[in-house]
Every structure is written in structure tokens, then in C-alpha cells.
């Protein structure tokens, strides 16, 4: 039977088709900084007052208080966060968001974008964890 025919074949047997209207109701924290520095602190990483005693400063343009993420538009922050061992991040505490779907909403990416929560994990099979396998080690933030 061609490709044509069972498409043809499958349309015939789908009886109706489900209209799915998408109505996201955000998650709003009562107090979002609160929320991402537990966040943030569950996802191994640590708040810290300078960036002192890091390897690298990166940039944030906003975080994310559901999970502590911070999103990073630059494939130059990108390498930076790859091949140094620990890295602290600077965020502007008003520009946190509640969740990961207002996030999308106001994320711009140019080259390259990532969320960061904390240091790079990673575990095989056997469950074993090794810690800056593809990334930092160590992460802090600063809150401005």
C-alpha cells in the first residue's frame, strides 16, 4: 500500500478532531527572590555577597523562581561557563520571574541562551554522580 493511501486510510478512521485551547495560568510566588534562593540553593548552587574567589563573572538577564535558573543569552558566557571551574553569576534581583512559561515569554535569544542552576551534574547508569563534568564545579550569585 502506497504512503498516499494509508495516509488516506488513517484520516477516514479519525472520527473528530480535539481542539486544544491552551490557557496557562501562572504560578505566582509570594515572594519570588525567596523562592529562587531556596531554588537556586537546592540546585547546588550558593549565594554569595562578591565575586570574589571565582574564576568568572557571568551575566543573567533575568532568573526563574520555580527552579532557580538563571538565563544567559551569550555563546561567550557559554565558554566561560564550560572551561572554568567556578563561576558566579550576577543578577539583577528585580528581574525575577515566577515560572518557566512567563520565562519563554520574555526570553530573547540571540546566538546562543541557557538556564544555569547550579553546577554541572551529571550520573551513568550506576548512579554515579560526578559533579563539573560539563561545566563549573562551583556556582554562585550575587544578587544586585
Not at 114 to 122: N, V
Request: charged content about 30%.
Amino acid at each position: 500500500m502506497s504512503r498516499d493511501k494509508i495516509l488516506k486510510s488513517v484520516k477516514k478512521s479519525i472520527s473528530f478532531r480535539v481542539e486544544k485551547n491552551v490557557n496557562y495560568s501562572f504560578t505566582k510566588f509570594d515572594n519570588k527572590l525567596e523562592k529562587f534562593i531556596e531554588n537556586f540553593k537546592l540546585a547546588g548552587g550558593e549565594t554569595v555577597e562578591s565575586p570574589e574567589g571565582f574564576d568568572v563573572v557571568l551575566n543573567a538577564q533575568f532568573g526563574v523562581a520555580e527552579n532557580g535558573a538563571c538565563f544567559i543569552n551569550s555563546v561567550k558566557e557559554r565558554k566561560l561557563y564550560t572551561f572554568y571551574s567556578s563561576i558566579v553569576i550576577k543578577l539583577d534581583k528585580n528581574r525575577i520571574v515566577n515560572t518557566m512559561e512567563e520565562a519563554m515569554q520574555i526570553a530573547k535569544i540571540d546566538d546562543f541562551a541557557m538556564f544555569l542552576c547550579g553546577p554541572s551534574k551529571t550520573a551513568d547508569i550506576e548512579q554515579s554522580l560526578v559533579i563539573g563534568a560539563h561545566g563549573a564545579k562551583r556556582v554562585g550569585i550575587v544578587l544586585e
